[in-house]
């Protein structure tokens, strides 16, 4: 049965791609509130009631790709294109270091401008100006020696969403240069090289089946990462997928409960995303068994640029509005937001 099945993976972390479709495909609400209560376990048993925050920085909208869900795709030409300053960048750690992150994401498309070189620089004076924390680098597909350089440099994490692991899906969320070999050759690389990595995909993304999903079980489970980010897909209005249904609430929080009993020690944001299709969703994904929330640090005047998706929140708050509503939230289901870098419990190296 269902119980039979999650208490299965809580005990072996192990199941098949069977037992994968049938969970996902006949979830009841008792099963999913059983699964929860489960993961709430395993996540307070390594990680106690703490959530870790994570300063986002989104410094680049430009993008040399063009995923097909995706509003800040090449071919948007409505996109609003925006840079920061080696200086912003700073200045956003500086504030954020100020609220208490010790942590910083530098997120951003796949902007040329942005060479080696130029990454190279900003970790190295981000390490001298805040030594205590860690950057996570999500900036896409770069050559191995590209990755190797940033983490020589003192990167410690990245994060790169393998999006599905279907290669024909794949093909269907994005153009033809861009293929699922690919992006999964880069994260066994980045693994290789010693980064806190993180993967992940979009919950309910147009053309994804249950057996999809099992797949991108399956792919976690051999790669065995640090982190996993899944939020639900949302229609951007400027991109060919503008008229696909967004991925649930539901089927998002069931994945995050399935993901913290196959992988106990898993860094597992509650995402944005979440927390755009319902105003309770960072709340019940913590619930549901994440431990991680990465609020906003980008200046004001260009966060509504960084527009993956539509009706992005949070998008007219300051970072010390987010910081402290997020304690908030956090508080009220009876969680505490943690000053602290917040590294991965982890640690087994590549299978
Ligand atoms: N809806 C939800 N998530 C999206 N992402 C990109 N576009 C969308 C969308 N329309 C996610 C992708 C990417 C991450 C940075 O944001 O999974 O890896
Ligand atoms: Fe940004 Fe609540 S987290 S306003």
């Not at 080696?86 to 609220?99: A, F, K, Q, S, V």
């Not at 279907?166 to 690389?189: E, I, V």
């Amino acid at each position: 049965t269902l119980i039979t099945l999650i208490d299965q993976l809580r005990d072996t972390h192990l199941l098949s791609k069977e037992e994968w479709i049938f969970l996902i495909e006949n979830r009841t609400r008792d099963v999913s509130e059983y699964l929860f209560s489960q993961a709430r376990e395993v996540r307070h048993r390594h990680y106690g009631h703490e959530v870790y925050i994570r300063g986002l920085i989104e410094f680049t909208n430009y993008c040399r790709n063009d995923c097909i869900y995706c509003g800040i795709r090449k071919s948007n030409l409505n996109a609003c294109r925006y840079r920061l300053s080696e200086t912003d960048i700073r200045n956003c750690c500086r504030t954020g270091y100020e609220l208490g992150f010790r942590t910083f994401v530098l997120q951003g498309g796949e902007d040329g401008w942005f060479t080696d070189q130029k990454i190279i620089s900003l970790i190295e004076k981000i390490k001298t100006d805040f030594p205590d924390c860690a950057i996570t680098l999500s900036i896409g597909e770069k050559e191995r020696e590209s990755y190797q350089a940033f983490f020589d440099a003192g990167a410690d994490r990245y994060l790169l969403r393998h999006e599905t692991y279907n290669s024909t899906h794949y093909g269907k969320l994005h153009p033809p240069a861009l293929t699922a070999a690919h992006r999964q050759r880069c994260l066994y690389d980045l693994k290789e090289i010693g980064y806190q990595t993180g993967t992940g995909f979009m919950v309910g993304s147009p053309y994804q089946t249950a057996e999809h999903l099992a797949e991108d079980m399956l792919f976690i489970q051999q790669l065995n990462p640090h982190m996993v980010g899944i939020g639900p897909f949302i229609p951007h209005h400027d991109t060919p997928f503008a008229a696909q249904p967004a991925g649930t609430l539901e089927l998002t929080l069931f994945m995050l409960g399935l993901l913290r009993l196959m992988i106990p020690k898993l860094l597992l944001p509650s995402t944005t995303a979440l927390g755009t299709i319902d105003p309770n969703g960072r709340e019940l994904g913590i619930l549901a068994g994440a431990n991680v929330v990465m609020p906003n640090l980008s200046p004001t005047d260009v966060r509504k640029d960084y527009a993956l998706y539509d009706n992005k929140i949070c998008t007219g708050d300051e970072a010390a509005e987010c910081r402290h509503c997020m304690e908030k939230r956090m508080e009220k289901i009876g969680y505490h937001v943690v000053v602290a870098r917040g590294d991965s419990l982890n640690t087994e190296t590549i299978p």
